[in-house]
C-alpha cells in the first residue's frame, strides 16, 4: 500500500469520498440558506428543521401512502416548500422591519417546536429508509467500495446546486430575485408583486433543505434531531462562503465536506469542530466571507 | 404596580407548586430510570416497565401490609437527567428501590446517588463492569450482565474460531470503552491482538467513516462495541460498505431485538453473549408466552431481568421484614435466586449477581423454525467462569489471597 | 417606587422561608443557579444589545473547572469558585476580544463557533470525562467550617450570592459605564463622535457577563455533585436566551421570572407532558418574539405606565 505521511493512500482518498457526499449536503442546505439570507436578510435557523421535514416526509409517505423515492424526490419539497410559504406569510412577515436578530429567533424557535413535536412522536432513536432498488449495491473503487448510493448523491447534489446557481445568476427570473435584493420598493414600483417573489423564495429555499433531507433519508436514520446537529455546521459553511454569496456556499459547502474528510484522516475527533475553526478565523481575518460582497 | 405583585405571587405559587411533592405516605416505592425514547428504547424501555408491573402484580400488589408504587422517567442517556431524578425520588417521594436502566455513563452517576441517599440499586440494563470494581456501592447489585461476562464469552469463542486480529468501533462513553477493554484483555489472554480502535458518538447517524478506518487496519476481526441501534446500524453500514467481505463482526452487545430488526439473513452466524433467552427451558419459555401475549415480542435478557431483580427485591424485603436499606441489602447477600431467570444465583460482595451466561449462535433462515427461534446454545458458562473472580477494586469486596 | 421595594422585601422574606415551607432545597438552587445565569446573560443582551449564541461556554467551562479542582485537586469549594470564575473571566477576554469586531448576526455566528470549540475541548479533554461528565463532585466545607454537604447550609449560600450578583449587576447598570453602554446601545455613532473607545465598554461589557455567568456554574457543578456536557452545549445557550426573552430584557427582574418560569416548566410539564416540553418551548419562544418582545416584566412595566398616565390637563 503506498503512502503519504505514513497514511495509507487507499484511506485518505476513502475519506474524501466520504468527505465529498457529506459536501453535497452542505452545498445544497447553504445554497438555500444563502438564497433566503441574500433576499430575506433572515438568517433561517429553522432550515434544520426543514431538511428533517423532508426526510420524515419521505419516510412516512413510504410507510402511509406507498410513496417510492423517486416520487418522493419531487413531491417531498413541495410539501415542504408549501408549509415553508405558509410559515413565511403568517409568521415570518411579521418581523420584517425590526431587528433581524428578531428573525434568527422566530426561525430558532420554530426549529425547536418541529423537533420537539417530532421527538415526541417518534421517539429519538431514528428509523431507516431503504435504499431504492435501482440504486442498490457498490461500486469497487480500488481504495473503497462506494455504495452506488452514494455517488448518486454526489451527482444529483451537483445538478440541483448548478442548476439554481444558473437560474438565479443567469436567467431573468434570477435577475428579478437579485433586484429585489438590492432595492425591493423599486421593484415593487416597476410591477413585480415582491411579496409574492419573497415568499417564494423562502418557500424554495426551503424546498432544496427538504430535497437535501430526501436525498439523506436511506444514508442516515431518519430522526427528530437530524438537523439540528447539521443546520450549526451549514450556517459556518454559509458565513465562511459568504452570506449572500450562492457560488460561494456551493464550493464553500463542498470544500469543507472534504476538508472534513481530510481531518477524519488526521484526527478524527476535530472532524466536528474543524468547521468552526474555519469559519471563527474567516471572520475575523475576512469578515465578509470568502466570496462575500457586502 | 399591583400587576406586578400579582406576577411575583405567581412566580411564588409556581415555585412552590412544583416543588412540593407529596411524599409516599407508607407506600413502598420502586423506581426505574430508563431510556425510554433513545438509542436503547427497545432493549428495555417501556416494555421493561410493563416486566416490572408484571412481576408487582405477581408478588400481589403488597409487600408488609404496604402497597407498592412504580414511578419511571426517561434519562434520555443524560447522566444529569437520571441522577437528579433518583436524588429528587429518594429526597421527596420516599423510593426504596431503583432499577437502572440502559447506559453505564448514567448508572455510574447514578450509583453515586445510590450511595448518597442509602437507596438499594440494581443495575439491569448498564454493562458497564466498573459499576463492581472502581464505582461500587454498599447498595448496587449488578443483576444482569456486564462487560466482563460478554468478554469472557464472545471474545473467547471468536479468538477460539481464528479471529485473532481486532479493531473495535467503540461507543464513546463509559459502556464501550470498559467493553472495548474487556474484550482487548480476553483477546490478548487467548494469544490474539489489538490492532486499534475509533470512537464514535453514542447515537452517531452515519457509521461509514468510521467503518473505514477499522477497514484500513486489515483486522481479522470487527469487534463492535455498541449496543442497540448503534450495533444494528454499523452492522447494517458495515454489510453496506462490504466491510464484512474481510472482517468478521463480533457483536460484543446484541440483544433478541437487534436480530429481529436485522433480520436473520443479516445477522446469521454472528456470536454473542447473553444472561437470558426465553427458549432454554419451559419456565422460560413460560414467561416469554405471557410477555409476548403483552408487548407482542419475546423478552430480551434486560426486560427479563428487571421482572426476576424486582420479584428478589420484595421477597428480600419480605424476608427481612424492613425496607431499611442496610437490612434488606444484608438479607440480599444471603439468598440465593431461584427463578426463570436464574439458577442458584447469588450476590457477590462486590455486588455482582453471579448466574449462568450463555454463549449463543444466531441461527441461519433455514435453521429457525419458528418466530424469535433466533439463537442456538454453543455454550453455557457457569457464573463464576463467566464473571470472573473478584479483581480486588472494589474496597467492599477485597481479592482472595 | 417604594412599592417595588416592598415586593422585594416580601420575595426576598419568601426565599429566606424556602426551607422552612417544606420546598425542595435543591430545586430552588437550581432555580438560582440559572437565574443568576440569566441575569449575566442580560447584562449583555439587555443592557448591551450584544446576543451572544454561546453563553453556556462560560458557564460550563466554570462548573468544568471548579468540579475538577474540587475532584481531582481536592480543592476547598471557596477557592475552586474562585478559579472557576476566573477561567470564565479568562474565557470571555479571549472570545470578546474576536467577537466584539463584529456586530449582530456576525457577533452572534462568532460566539457560535467558538461555544462549538469549547464543546469540542470539553468533550476531548481527559480531565472532563467527556460524555460520561465529572461525577461524585463534592461539596466540602466552605472556608474550612461551613459544611455545604447540607442542602440547607449551601441553599443560603448561593441565596447570598444570587443576591449579591442580582445588587452587582444593578449598580453596574447605573454607574457611568452603565450609562455609556446605554449610550452605546441607543446610537452607536453617536457614542463614537463623543470620544468614547466603544469597543472597550463592549469588551468590558461581555467579560463582566461571562463572569457572572462562570459563578453561577461553579455554583451549580456543587449544588448537583456532576457536570455535563449539557453544560456546555448549545442547547443551554438557546434556553437562557429564551428565558432572557421571555423575562423581559433590559430589565432586573425579568430574566429571573424567565428563568423561573423555564425551569418550573421543564420540571412540572416534563411528569406531565413529557417530551412535549421541548416543543412548548419552542411556541413560547414564537410567542414572546411575536408579540411578547419586551417580555413578561417588561410588557408589564410598559401597561403600567400607560395606565398610569391620565388624559393629559
Not at chain 1, 431507516?128 to 448518486?152: I, T
Not at chain 2, 485473532?164 to 461507543?171: D, G, I, P, V
Not at chain 2, 454499523?234 to 466491510?243: C, R, V
Not at chain 2, 431461584?338 to 433455514?366: C, L, S, W
Request: glycine share 10%.
Amino acid at each position: 500500500m503506498t503512502t503519504v505521511f505514513g497514511i495509507p493512500v487507499a484511506v485518505i482518498l476513502g475519506q474524501l469520498t466520504l468527505g465529498l457526499v457529506n459536501g453535497s449536503f452542505y452545498a445544497m442546505l447553504s445554497l438555500g440558506l444563502a438564497v433566503i439570507f441574500g433576499l430575506m436578510r433572515v438568517v433561517n435557523f429553522a432550515h434544520g428543521a426543514f431538511y428533517t421535514l423532508g426526510a420524515f416526509a419521505a419516510l412516512l409517505g413510504l410507510q402511509w401512502l406507498g410513496i417510492n423515492y423517486w416520487a418522493s424526490l419531487v413531491l417531498a419539497p413541495v410539501a415542504v416548500g408549501l408549509v415553508g410559504i405558509v410559515v413565511e406569510r403568517l409568521l415570518l412577515r411579521r418581523v420584517y422591519g425590526l431587528d433581524p436578530l428578531y428573525g434568527l429567533l422566530l426561525t430558532f424557535g420554530l426549529a425547536l417546536i418541529c423537533e420537539g413535536s417530532l421527538h415526541q412522536v417518534f421517539g429519538a432513536s431514528g428509523q431507516s429508509y431503504p435504499v431504492p432498488p435501482a440504486l442498490a449495491g457498490a461500486v469497487n473503487l480500488g481504495f473503497m467500495f462506494l455504495p452506488l448510493y452514494r455517488a448518486w448523491v454526489i451527482a444529483i447534489s451537483l445538478v440541483v446546486c448548478f442548476s439554481t446557481w444558473f437560474v438565479i445568476e443567469r436567467t431573468r427570473l434570477g435577475a428579478t430575485l437579485r433586484a429585489a435584493t438590492e432595492n425591493a420598493p423599486l421593484l415593487q414600483a416597476f410591477g413585480v408583486n415582491v411579496p409574492l417573489l419573497v415568499a417564494a423564495t423562502y418557500g424554495g429555499g426551503v424546498a432544496l433543505a427538504a430535497l437535501a433531507g430526501v436525498l439523506a433519508s436511506p444514508i442516515v436514520l431518519v430522526n427528530a434531531h437530524m438537523g439540528s446537529s447539521l443546520v450549526i455546521v451549514v450556517f459556518a459553511v454559509v458565513v465562511i462562503g459568504g452570506m449572500g454569496s450562492i457560488f460561494g456556499s456551493i464550493v464553500s459547502g463542498l470544500v469543507l465536506g472534504v476538508v472534513e474528510g481530510f481531518t477524519k484522516v488526521i484526527y478524527p475527533e476535530a472532524s466536528n469542530v474543524v468547521v468552526f475553526l474555519i469559519m471563527a478565523l474567516v471572520l475575523v481575518l475576512r469578515p465578509t466571507g470568502l466570496f462575500g460582497r457586502e | 404596580m399591583k400587576l406586578r405583585m400579582l406576577t411575583l405571587a405567581a412566580l411564588a405559587g409556581l415555585a412552590a407548586a412544583a416543588a412540593g411533592q407529596a411524599l409516599a405516605a407508607d407506600e413502598v416505592v420502586i423506581g426505574d430510570i430508563d431510556d425510554m425514547s433513545g438509542v436503547y428504547a427497545d432493549v428495555e424501555g417501556a416494555a421493561g416497565v410493563e416486566a416490572i408491573r408484571m412481576a408487582i402484580a405477581d408478588f400481589g400488589g403488597t409487600v408488609l401490609g404496604r402497597k407498592i408504587t412504580l414511578l419511571t422517567a426517561d434519562h434520555q442517556n443524560k447522566p444529569d437527567i437520571g441522577a437528579a431524578k433518583f436524588r429528587e425520588w429518594a429526597d421527596q417521594n420516599g423510593l426504596n428501590l431503583l432499577l437502572g436502566g440502559s447506559n453505564s455513563g448514567v448508572n455510574i452517576a447514578m450509583s453515586k446517588v445510590a450511595s448518597a441517599k442509602k437507596v438499594p440499586f440494581f443495575v439491569i440494563g448498564a454493562a458497564g463492569a466498573s459499576l463492581t470494581n472502581e464505582d461500587c456501592t454498599a447498595y448496587t447489585v449488578h443483576y444482569v450482565y456486564d462487560t466482563t461476562s460478554l468478554a469472557n464469552g464472545t471474545a473467547t469463542a471468536m479468538v477460539a474460531a481464528g479471529g485473532k486480529t481486532w479493531f473495535y468501533l467503540t461507543a464513546d462513553y463509559a459502556f464501550g470503552t470498559q467493553l472495548q477493554n474487556a474484550a482487548s484483555k480476553v483477546v490478548e489472554a487467548h494469544g490474539g491482538k489489538n490492532l486499534g480502535a475509533v470512537r464514535v458518538p453514542l447515537g452517531a447517524a452515519d457509521f461509514s467513516s468510521f467503518l473505514l478506518q477499522a477497514q484500513a487496519s486489515g483486522a481479522q476481526v470487527l469487534g463492535l462495541s455498541n449496543a442497540g441501534t448503534d450495533f444494528s446500524n454499523s452492522l447494517k453500514a458495515a454489510n453496506e460498505f462490504g466491510i464484512t467481505k474481510t472482517m468478521k463482526p463480533a457483536a460484543l452487545l446484541a440483544f433478541d431485538t437487534d436480530i429481529n430488526s436485522l433480520g436473520l439473513q443479516t445477522a446469521q452466524g454472528l456470536t454473542l453473549t447473553t444472561g437470558f433467552y426465553w427458549d432454554l427451558t419451559p419456565e422460560t419459555r413460560a414467561f416469554g408466552k405471557r410477555f409476548f401475549a403483552k408487548i407482542n415480542r419475546m423478552p430480551t435478557m434486560d426486560q427479563a431481568g428487571v421482572y426476576s431483580a424486582t420479584l428478589t427485591y420484595l421477597k428480600a424485603v419480605k424476608a427481612a421484614g424492613t425496607t431499611d436499606a442496610d437490612k434488606v441489602m444484608a438479607e440480599l447477600k444471603k439468598t440465593r435466586i431461584n427463578d426463570m431467570f436464574a439458577k442458584d444465583g447469588y450476590i457477590r460482595a462486590d455486588g455482582v449477581m453471579v448466574h449462568e451466561m450463555y454463549v449463543m449462535q444466531v441461527k441461519t433462515p433455514q435453521e429457525s423454525k419458528y418466530p424469535w427461534d433466533f439463537y442456538k446454545v454453543v455454550k453455557r458458562m457457569p457464573g463464576e467462569e463467566a464473571f470472573g473472580p473478584i479483581t480486588g477494586l472494589c474496597p467492599l469486596a477485597p481479592a482472595p489471597k | 417606587m417604594r412599592l417595588t421595594t416592598v415586593l422585594y422585601a416580601l420575595l426576598g422574606l419568601f426565599a429566606l422561608c424556602v426551607p422552612l415551607l417544606g420546598i425542595y432545597p435543591v430545586f430552588m438552587m437550581q432555580l438560582l443557579c440559572v437565574a443568576m445565569f440569566a441575569c449575566a446573560f442580560n447584562l449583555l443582551l439587555g443592557f448591551g444589545r450584544m446576543l451572544s449564541f454561546g453563553h453556556a461556554a462560560f458557564f460550563g467551562s466554570a462548573a468544568y473547572a471548579t468540579g475538577w479542582l474540587v475532584t481531582a485537586h481536592e480543592w476547598g469549594p471557596g477557592a475552586a469558585i474562585l478559579a472557576g470564575v476566573a477561567v470564565a473571566a479568562l474565557l470571555g477576554l479571549a472570545v470578546g476580544m474576536l467577537a466584539i469586531r463584529r456586530q449582530g448576526i456576525y457577533f452572534a455566528m462568532i460566539t457560535l463557533a467558538l461555544a462549538q470549540l469549547v464543546y469540542f475541548v470539553c468533550l476531548e479533554a481527559p480531565f472532563t470525562g467527556g460524555e460520561n461528565g465529572l461525577q461524585g463532585v463534592p461539596r466540602g466545607e466552605l472556608l474550612g467550617f461551613l459544611p455545604l454537604k447540607s442542602d440547607l447550609v449551601l441553599y443560603y449560600l448561593v441565596l447570598a450570592v444570587f443576591v449579591a450578583v442580582y445588587l452587582f449587576i444593578h449598580r453596574v447598570v447605573h454607574s457611568p459605564f452603565g450609562q455609556v453602554l446605554k449610550a452605546i446601545r441607543e446610537n452607536e455613532p453617536r457614542a463614537t463622535s463623543l470620544g468614547y473607545e466603544i469597543n472597550r465598554y463592549k469588551l468590558l461589557a461581555f467579560v463582566l457577563s461571562a463572569t457572572l455567568a462562570g459563578l453561577a456554574g461553579s455554583l451549580k457543578a456543587l449544588v448537583f455533585g456532576f457536570v455535563t456536557l449539557t453544560d456546555v452545549d448549545q442547547s443551554t445557550s438557546g434556553e437562557v436566551i429564551l428565558m432572557t426573552l421571555l423575562g423581559g430584557t433590559g430589565t432586573f427582574f425579568g430574566p429571573v421570572l424567565g428563568a423561573a418560569v423555564v425551569v418550573t416548566l421543564r420540571q412540572y410539564l416534563s411528569d406531565l407532558v413529557g417530551g412535549w416540553v421541548i416543543a412548548i418551548i419552542g411556541v413560547i419562544f414564537v410567542a414572546c418574539v411575536l408579540s411578547f418582545r419586551s417580555g413578561v416584566v417588561g410588557e408589564l412595566a410598559a401597561w403600567q405606565l400607560r395606565r398610569q398616565k391620565p388624559s393629559p390637563h
